[in-house]
């Protein structure tokens, strides 16, 4: 299983970008699939969560500003983020989701991840 994550840049405050992770090596199209990103000295922090049959679910942090979707004829999922802030700054990372809950999903395989940074 592989999965490479790209998009990640230096933007500034209020800026948007979008994040993409191609998968490969799973049945894709019915694979829940997680973003998450990691801040040095800090936790794997959970970002959001996307079904395989499309139900999206977020974390308080990100809720109204990102949004995930995929594209199973791509083997893709992406991340568009909105209105970023500083504190959005880290590296992240897509994964599969192997079980837990909605807000606390267990993540199996990811990407090495794609650092994002938010400053002006």
């Known amino acids: 299983v592989q999965l490479v994550e790209t998009g990640g840049d230096l933007v500034q405050p209020g800026a948007s970008l979008k994040l993409s992770c191609v998968v490969s090596?799973?049945?894709?199209?019915?694979?829940?699939m997680g973003w998450a990103r990691q801040v040095p000295g800090k936790e794997l922090e959970w970002v959001g969560t996307?079904?395989?049959?499309?139900?999206?679910y977020y974390s308080d942090a990100v809720k109204g500003r990102f949004t995930i979707s995929r594209d199973d004829a791509k083997n893709t999922t992406y991340l568009q983020m909105n209105s970023l802030k500083p504190e959005d700054t880290g590296v992240y990372v897509c994964?599969?989701?192997?079980?837990?809950?909605?807000?606390?999903?267990?993540?199996?395989?990811r990407g090495q991840g794609t650092r994002v940074t938010v400053s002006s």
């Open positions: 994964a599969t989701i192997t079980g837990g809950t909605i807000v606390s999903p267990e993540f199996g395989a």
């Open positions: 996307i079904w395989f049959i499309g139900n999206t």
């Open positions: 090596g799973l049945r894709f199209s019915t694979q829940h």
